[in-house]
């Protein structure tokens, strides 16, 4: 019974992303020309490493090329409840006609898996899944996966259909996972703003630095003594704005503590010093450059 009823529902599924698509791709007699050259996905699932270690998704797709219209990523989905998925892995597919595709989980647990294609078609986004769910159990350093039970999966998928009917073409915008600190960039992630899948995350390039310098000047701006220590492990010079902020402040001495090639270092900026004219045009002052005027200590 319950079998039946989940095949049902797939077909309804699969109806409804063949209109989306016929949307997407024009009208009338177009959608048929169109719809034969779209791109195929073949044998998505769940697999293990060559090795045994780690767990994949993969498939094999056709006709997918630059004339598709499409980019295609393929993902591999953790399932963490009936009606949340996060990304254990993904790759985007290159060009190329035909072939396979991986993308290997760098690490994962013990859950429930699915593979699944994303087809964006210029930010609206047809989502294929693997037509089963996979338990994954690590034991030692080798991983087992097997298929999901039928009836077990059709209650499962039948719940995702009710939660978002699943055939979500998804519109997405930009979401901060995780602010920037001095030591690691931002994350964000584009979600879908109508079922909240994430279908991509990307480091913003040089927020981590900016994070640095932003609290390096709250630091000296706030100094309630007459010394402030800046420590680090990444970064080894000042933007121009923490300059002008220590120079606002001639009461308050600076002491850097940083890395440089793989030594420790240490250089302290008296107070009152005339910093402002020690960054380049850029509108940067390195650490070892500090060190040559100042002092220079190893740690
Ligand atoms: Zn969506």
């Not at 930009?174 to 931002?186: F, G, K, N, Y």
């Not at 630095?209 to 492990?233: G, L, S």
Request: some cysteine; proline content about 1%; charged content about 25%.
């Amino acid at each position: 019974m319950k079998k039946n009823k989940w095949k049902k529902s797939k077909l309804m599924k699969m109806a409804v992303i063949s209109l989306i698509l016929g949307i997407l791709s024009g009208t009338g007699t177009e959608v048929i020309a169109q719809a034969a050259k779209a791109p195929t996905i073949t044998e998505l699932q769940v697999g293990v490493t060559e090795d045994g270690t780690q767990i994949m998704a993969q498939c094999g797709f056709q006709n997918y090329d630059d004339k598709s219209g499409c980019v295609m990523t393929l993902y591999l989905y953790r399932v963490e409840s009936e009606s949340e998925m996060s990304i254990a892995a993904y790759q985007k597919i290159s060009y190329g006609g035909e072939g396979k595709a991986l993308a290997v989980a760098s690490s994962a647990s013990d859950g429930t898996y699915l593979a699944s294609v994303g087809l964006d078609y210029g930010g609206k986004v047809v989502q294929i899944n693997s037509e089963h769910y996979y338990r994954v159990t690590y034991s030692g350093d080798k991983v087992e996966v097997s298929k999901v039970a039928d009836e077990e999966q059709s209650r499962r998928q039948e719940n995702a259909l009710r939660e978002e009917s699943h055939a979500c073409v998804h519109e997405l915008e930009d979401e901060l996972v995780r602010p920037a600190t001095a030591e690691q960039d931002a994350l964000m992630a584009k979600q879908c703003m109508l079922c909240g899948a994430v279908l991509d995350y990307a480091e913003v390039p040089n927020s981590a630095y900016a994070a640095f310098q932003k609290e390096a000047v709250e630091a000296i701006r706030n100094a309630q003594t007459d010394e402030v220590i800046i420590r680090t492990q990444r970064w080894v010079s000042f933007h121009q704005s923490v300059l002008e902020a220590l120079s606002a402040r001639s009461d308050v001495k600076v002491t850097v503590q940083y890395r440089y090639q793989g030594e420790e270092y240490k250089v302290t900026i008296p107070a009152g010093a005339e910093v402002n004219t020690l960054a380049d045009k850029n509108g940067f002052c390195g650490f070892r450059y500090l060190n040559l005027i100042f002092d220079e200590s190893d740690l």
